[in-house]
């Protein structure tokens, strides 16, 4: 009866191991940044394709948000994302922190139209746009204060990084 319990316990002990190793590994593999396709850096993205359509809030005025003179980091969040909001503080600190660099969030909630025109599968997702507004990089999944340094010290260069996971 004793080593019947003593296998339990040791394999419960296992499950915990393994379940906590898997966790961890799907953690350091959830935000990932993939470069831009030819096709999808060839096209410009307008900071008026981000701004709401006229008459969606009656009386109401949206600008189109400002992009940066070097670089522009577009945020799709949601209201119910969890995690947008810690990856808005890190990239508007990362960018603030180089000149000619901006943070730009937007709320798609409600825009089904910038949803399927930027196929936002998951929030946060972030387009990096450099100085011509073509995208030079998508991340997807929440973006901490040293990958968004990172992110945007790799993109406000000449060079082009290549597809990464960030850890």
Known sequence: ??????????????????????????????????????????????PADLAPPIGETPGATFAAPEFGERLTLVQFSTETCARCPASARSLAGAADAIDGV????????????????????????????DAQHRLRARVSG?????????????????????ERNLA
């Open 1 to 46: 009866m004793e080593s019947n319990a003593m296998v339990v316990v040791l394999a419960l002990a296992g499950l915990v191991v393994g379940a906590t190793l898997l966790g961890l590994l799907l953690r350091a593999k959830q935000t990932r940044v993939r470069p831009a396709s030819a096709d999808d850096a060839a096209e410009r993205i307008r």
């Open 102 to 129: 901006r943070h730009v969030e937007i709320d798609v909630t409600r825009r089904d139209d910038l949803i399927r025109r930027f196929s936002v599968l998951r929030t946060p997702t972030v387009l990096v746009l």
């Open 142 to 162: 929440p973006v901490s204060a040293q990958h968004a340094r990172e992110l945007v010290e790799a993109h406000a260069s000449a060079g082009r990084p290549t």
